[in-house]
């Protein structure tokens, strides 16, 4: 079970997109292309990995499936070198920080450009087959027969639980599949599940899911040796059966689930996406400025009586000291 940190996942792939040095040094020190990391963004957002017009595709359930879940989950391949380089720093302080910087970037105008372009492109252009009236009708009646024929063999001692429990799940699959034939228009259905005009719905969806996963993942779980691979395993084989997102979880460990958690509350009490956006651009321009502007006045109070010109050459410097450290 080799698995990369969910929290790294979610700084990597939500949050270090901006046009901020810091956030392109991070993505640096983890290996990442700005490119890469923003369709990690918005592919785990909204849980599809496909391309062009959602005519097949399957909406993010529960299933034991690894490549099933690899289709609506994934996680950004990072060195490990540089996985183990940035866990090996302040994990807590680095949560807090680029938490912060998701949220931003989610509320910048850069995101819901993407995001709206990605929905438009992602639009069903066909719908399947549905069955008439008359069929489905027929179908019902047949799933009702089926049900009172469960009903009598389970008075039958003489018929084995595994007989009964083979037509119960037939029966159910037949319902499921009736469920489905009542919507005309199912891939427009799903589309508009996964990309809801307002991301915001999206957004919270996620984080509110984060909160439920995170709450019941054991972080005392035992694990296993590694085997001739490296690869280790859940000492509990129902942890094993988890699905990934648990894992993912687990894997970045109680501190970094702890603080992410607290971040994720007090987002889930306001505003998910802001009406007024931000721009990335501006927020980088205007950091840049503020601690420009902070290290030249510290520069004039420490030499008054300084000339205009030689009071330029210090101001030149701390800019570019400045820029240099961003």
Do not use: H
Not at 240 to 261: H, N, Q
Not at 275 to 304: H, L
């Amino acid at each position: 079970m080799k698995q990369k940190t969910f929290f790294l996942f979610l700084v990597a792939s939500f949050g270090l997109l901006a046009s901020f040095k810091i956030a392109d040094d991070i993505l640096s020190r983890l290996g990442l292309q700005q490119e890469y990391a923003q369709k990690m963004i918005l592919n785990n957002l909204v849980g599809n990995f496909s391309n062009g017009p959602m005519d097949n595709v399957q909406e993010d359930g529960a299933t034991n499936d690894v490549y099933q879940q690899t289709k609506f989950f994934q996680l950004p391949y990072i060195p490990r070198p540089k996985l183990t380089t940035l866990l090996n720093g302040d994990k807590t302080g680095a949560a807090k920080e680029l938490c912060g910087y998701i949220k931003r970037y989610l509320n910048s105008n850069e995101f819901i450009t993407r995001y709206n372009t990605a929905r438009e492109s992602a639009k069903p252009t066909s719908e399947p087959y549905r069955m008439d009236a008359a069929t489905i009708e027929s179908m019902q009646n047949g799933v009702k027969e089926q049900e009172k024929s469960i009903a009598d063999m389970k008075k039958n001692k003489t018929i084995s639980a595994s007989i009964i429990a083979q037509m119960e799940k037939s029966v159910a699959d037949q319902k499921r599949y009736l469920a489905e034939q009542s919507d005309p228009t199912p891939n427009k259905t799903k589309w508009e599940k996964m990309y809801p005009a307002d991301p915001a719905i999206t957004v919270k969806a996620r984080l509110q899911e984060y909160l439920n996963v995170a709450a019941t993942v054991d972080f005392a779980a035992k694990l296993t040796v590694p085997d001739k691979y490296g690869k280790v395993k859940f000492v509990n084989p129902d942890y094993e059966k988890k699905s990934l997102k648990w894992k993912a979880i687990f894997r970045s460990g109680k501190e970094v689930t702890d603080t992410v958690t607290s971040f994720v509350k007090e987002w889930l009490k306001g505003e998910i996406i802001s009406i007024e956006k931000t721009s990335m651009s501006d927020a980088q321009t205007s950091n840049t400025t503020g601690k420009s502007v902070t290290n030249s006045n510290k520069n004039e109070n420490t030499t008054p009586n300084a000339s205009p010109e030689k009071q330029g050459k210090p101001r030149l410097k701390d800019k570019l000291k400045s820029i240099i450290k961003n």
